[in-house]
C-alpha cells in the first residue's frame, strides 16, 4: 500500500519539478548591467525552474531598461527602434516558452503580451497631449496623428490580444 502510494505521489508531482532540464546561463553581456541580478541563475539549481524565471524577469528588466533609453517618437523609425530594443527580451520570453513548463510558458506569455502594451502606450505617449484649449487645426492634427499611430500599432495590437 505504501508503494502505491508513493508511486500515486510521484506522478502526480510535473516531471519539471525533478527533471534536470536547466537552460544554458543568460550571456551576462547581453544583459543591461541594473538587470545583472534577475539574470543570474543559482549554481546548484537541479531543476529547470530558476532558468526558466531568470528568463523572463530578464526579458522585462531589460525591456524596461532598453525603452527608457529610447527618445521615442510617432515615426516609423521610433517604432522601428523600438521592435529592435526589445528582440533580445523577446528572444528569453521565447526560451522561457519552449522550456517544457507549461505553468511559466503561460507567464512568458503573459509577459510578452505585456511587453507589446508598454511599446503601444509609449508609442501613444509620444504624441504631444492636448489641453482644454486646444482647439481648431491643432486639436485636428492631434486626432490625425493619433490615427496615422494607430493603424501603424495594429500589429502589435494584435499580438497583444493573443
Known amino acids: 500500500m505504501r508503494n502505491q ?10 516531471t519539471s519539478v525533478y527533471a534536470d532540464t536547466r537552460l544554458p546561463p543568460i550571456d551576462p553581456s547581453a544583459v543591461p548591467p541594473s538587470c545583472a541580478a534577475v539574470a543570474a541563475i543559482p ?7 530558476p532558468s526558466i524565471t531568470a528568463r523572463i524577469a530578464t526579458a522585462s528588466c531589460a525591456a524596461g531598461v532598453r525603452l527608457d533609453a529610447l527618445k521615442i517618437s510617432p515615426d516609423d523609425s521610433s517604432l522601428d527602434a523600438m521592435t ?10 521565447d526560451q522561457a516558452a519552449n522550456a517544457g513548463d507549461p505553468a511559466l510558458a503561460a507567464v512568458a506569455a503573459t509577459m510578452r503580451s505585456n511587453l507589446y502594451a508598454a511599446m ?3 508609442a501613444r505617449d509620444s504624441i504631444p497631449a ?13 486626432d490625425q496623428a493619433h490615427a496615422t499611430l494607430e493603424d501603424k500599432l495594429k500589429p502589435w495590437l494584435a499580438k497583444i490580444a493573443k
Request: glycine share 2%; hydrophobic share 55%.
Open 120 to 122: 503601444v502606450v509609449r
Open 5 to 14: 502510494l508513493l508511486t500515486i505521489a510521484m506522478l502526480a508531482i510535473p
Open 130 to 142: 492636448i489641453t482644454m484649449t486646444t482647439v481648431g487645426p491643432p486639436l485636428a492634427a492631434h
Open 43 to 49: 549554481s546548484d539549481a537541479t531543476i529547470s525552474q
Open 84 to 93: 529592435t530594443a526589445m528582440k533580445p527580451s523577446f528572444d528569453l520570453l
